[in-house]
């Protein structure tokens, strides 16, 4: 099955500079490659999303990066603000049977 | 605006007892899904149906069931609850075009404690 790797676990940056978090995955058939944020006590909501036809997609400061070859996907946000602190969780998949998420990424912004 | 909901959003139950977790979706979704989150280990998916009726195992299918008699209503069971069952259960749904994935819409969690 489906194996997805995300880094960093935890992330530290001042507010207003950038933050890029990465994840690679194993299934060559993945199509599908989700964002979700979650803030504390909160459900993860969909934030951007790139399917494998395309290679980066922009939705204001966020962007994701996708390069099929070396399987990797990057959410990039940037101008960080104290809103953007939450878990960042990334996603493959490329059928019926859902979504392998990867272990999460702690977002913590610094005023 | 799709509406997931899970019927209880804490649970404490006792060991060895019988624990259904129940999910509803409004939005004529043919797909459902159960997943659980524990800290450091994001979310895994324990089962998930396409259909009335139909179900797949996920990634960690041991120590649990599920049931779709209807398209809006998917239940998790826990046949004989254990301690490390306790865990955050998380009930998704999402549209199948047939041949795209499309976007998991998530309920709020039901924070399972065995004891």
């Known amino acids: 099955g489906e194996n997805v790797e995300q880094h960093p676990s935890t992330l530290s940056v001042q507010e207003g500079d950038s933050a890029v978090i990465k994840c690679t995955y194993s299934?060559?058939?993945?199509?599908?490659f989700p964002w979700y944020k979650q803030e504390l006590g909160k459900r993860p909501q969909l934030i951007i999303d790139?399917?494998?036809?395309?290679g980066e997609k922009k939705d204001q400061r966020i962007a994701v990066t996708l390069n099929k070859t070396a399987k990797h996907f990057s959410l990039h946000i940037t101008e960080t603000q104290p809103e953007d602190s939450a878990v960042y969780f990334c996603?493959?998949?490329?059928?019926?049977?859902?979504?392998?998420f990867g272990k999460g990424t702690h977002l913590i912004i610094q005023p | 605006d799709v509406k997931v909901t899970q019927s209880s959003r804490y649970l404490v139950k006792r060991t060895g007892e019988k624990v259904f977790l129940e999910c509803v979706q409004d939005?004529?979704?043919?797909?459902m899904f159960w997943y659980r989150q524990d800290p450091g280990l994001g979310l895994r998916l324990i089962y998930f149906?396409?259909?009335?009726?139909?179900?797949e195992k996920g990634d960690i299918p041991e120590g649990y069931s599920v049931s779709r008699e209807k398209k809006e209503r998917f239940s998790l069971i826990l046949e004989s609850a254990s301690t490390n069952q306790t865990s955050m259960y998380l009930c998704?749904?999402?549209?199948?075009?047939?041949?795209?994935?499309?976007?998991?819409?998530f309920g709020s969690g039901t924070q399972l404690s065995v004891l």
């Open positions: 998704a749904s999402s549209l199948w075009t047939g041949a795209v994935v499309e976007k998991l819409f």
């Open positions: 299934d060559s058939a993945s199509n599908y």
């Open positions: 790139i399917r494998s036809n395309v």
């Open positions: 996603a493959a998949g490329g059928g019926a049977d859902g979504l392998t």
């Open positions: 939005m004529d979704h043919e797909n």
């Open positions: 149906s396409y259909d009335v009726k139909m179900k």
